[in-house]
């Protein structure tokens, strides 16, 4: 279980894109290598960065829930799966759009990854007229991706992005047979960039961001006497968030790239149980900041290596509200995590290249409650593996399972391999 949060904290601290080429930077380690990584997965943290990436089409699939995805899961089919189109309206207009089968909390960027996946309501108990103690269900603030656009547009050595998300879904049944009469969730994302270029081979990105979303779950309870009572069951507050996030990229001597980078992250959200019956409400609030630098390195021809150190800190604080009185039931909780990486990106012949990317992270956490205080630590250590197939215009990414070389299939090693070859794979074809 430390593991499990220790993995779940770093996620959370430092931003992750849902996806477009989500395989190939997974692949090298994910997390802030989504932005000091030179791809066109940039775009979705700093749409300013979109210029930098005309004309493509991609296709990403399988994406990890829990993993490469923290706070999504699959929502009409199988398994994960994303894609984009960027398009050039000449030198210094790009657009693009992007749609998934992703289907999100609306909660996910505020509260649950924080408090351990399932978040604060997911596991809160209530009771309804006429029937027994319930349990909280997930699918309560779900929101499916409607889609993504972006838009980018240069002026002189000013670069402007806008990027715009909705999530949505919602579901209502007025059979009076039927115990649900409503339940879905509604999630805006809005982020603006601003990136300026620096003697033609330097530059600097920034990105603010704003979500909001609500959720709500009422039913139909029936009253003994042939009728029913609606009943709201989970009612939000607003959800939100806001987020700022810095990238430079600036040469220094031997013709390396350093990579220096900032991310601030405040979110707050809140919901009420039983609102007909006892009015508990609990709200909480979670504050995240990430930096560090990464280098970029190319010691050989179509050779890249991303050396990285940084630091992730959260801090979370939650209240909870039964009639008039108000209690904090967690105060002060935080992490601090400080973390070294290592990724590389080799082409090794002009139609293969092998990724891998490696972290070690120390994490001290602290905790306050009504009833005790505590402090520990843990170390967790990760390990990423990809590559790629380039044929012309046409690449295949892959995230490879990392078992393939441990266990492999029978036909080579004589044991099981039953997980499949790899986690991901992206599809991509630039003109």
Same mark, same amino acid.
């Given at each position: 279980?430390? /593991?499990?949060?220790?993995?779940? @904290?770093?996620?959370?601290? +430092? ?14 380690? &994910? ?17 300013? =960065? ?11 699939? &399988? ?24 398009? &050039? ?33 997911? $596991? ?33 050595? @000013?670069?402007?992005?806008? $990027?715009?998300?909705?999530?949505? %879904?919602?579901?209502?049944? *007025?059979?009076? #047979?039927? %115990? ?8 805006? #994302?809005? =982020?603006?960039?601003? $990136? ?16 909001? &979303? ?8 029936? *009253? ?5 009572? #609606? ?33 601030? %992250? ?11 019956? %006892? ?5 909480? *609030? ?32 939650? =209240? ?6 108000? #209690? ?34 120390? +994490? ?8 005790? /205080?505590?402090?520990?630590?843990? !170390?967790?250590?990760?390990? =990423? ?27 080579? !090693? ?18």
């Amino acid at each position: 279980m430390k /593991r499990f949060l220790a993995a779940l @904290i770093i996620a959370c601290v +430092i931003p992750a894109a849902a996806y477009a080429t989500d395989t190939r930077i997974q692949s090298l380690g &994910g997390k802030e290598k989504f932005f000091t990584v030179h791809d066109e997965s940039n775009a979705l943290v700093l749409p300013s =960065t979109l210029l930098f990436f005309t004309n493509l089409v991609y296709l990403d699939a &399988g994406l990890q829930p829990g993993w490469a995805v923290e706070d999504t899961a699959g929502s009409n089919i199988p398994y994960n799966a994303g894609f984009g189109v960027h398009y &050039g309206l000449g030198e210094n207009t790009v657009i693009a759009f992007y749609g998934s089968s992703l289907s999100r909390y609306v909660s996910g960027n505020l509260l649950d990854r924080a408090f351990g996946g399932d978040g604060l309501w997911a $596991g809160a108990s209530y009771d309804v007229p006429g029937g027994a103690e319930q349990k909280g269900n997930k699918a309560i603030h779900n929101a499916d991706h409607k889609g993504t656009a972006l838009f980018a547009q240069r002026l002189g050595k @000013i670069r402007l992005g806008v $990027g715009l998300s909705f999530w949505g %879904d919602n579901y209502s049944i *007025t059979d009076p #047979e039927s %115990d649900l009469v409503t339940r879905g969730g509604t999630l805006f #994302e809005g =982020t603006l960039g601003l $990136g300026f270029d620096i003697d033609g081979t330097d530059s600097v990105d920034l990105a603010v961001k704003a979500l909001g &979303g609500t959720f709500d779950d009422g039913i139909a309870v029936p *009253t003994g006497s042939g009728g029913s009572e #609606e009943v709201t069951r989970f009612s939000s507050d607003l959800n939100w968030g806001v987020g700022l996030l810095g990238r430079a990229v600036f040469g220094i001597p031997g013709g390396e790239k350093i990579v220096p980078y900032l991310s601030v %992250d405040v979110s707050r959200g809140g919901f009420a149980l039983n609102t007909e019956t %006892d009015g508990v409400s609990d709200q909480g *609030t979670v504050y995240q900041v990430a930096a560090g630098t990464d280098v970029r390195i190319q010691p050989l021809d179509r050779v890249f290596i991303y050396p990285g150190i940084g630091v992730a800190v959260i801090g979370i604080k939650g =209240t909870e509200t039964v009639g008039d009185t108000k #209690e904090t039931f967690l105060d002060d909780m935080a992490w601090l995590a400080p973390f070294v990486s290592a990724s590389v990106d080799a082409q090794v012949l002009d139609w293969l290249a092998f990724r891998f990317g490696a972290r070690q992270s120390v +994490i001290f956490r602290s905790w306050e409650t009504a009833a005790q /205080r505590g402090k520990d630590n843990d !170390t967790l250590t990760e390990i =990423t593996i990809g590559s790629n197939l380039h044929f012309k215009n046409f690449d295949i990414d892959f995230m490879v399972n990392p078992e393939l070389f441990l266990e492999g299939p029978a036909l080579f !090693t004589g044991r099981e391999w039953n997980d499949g070859m790899a986690f991901q794979s992206a599809l991509r074809f630039q003109w």
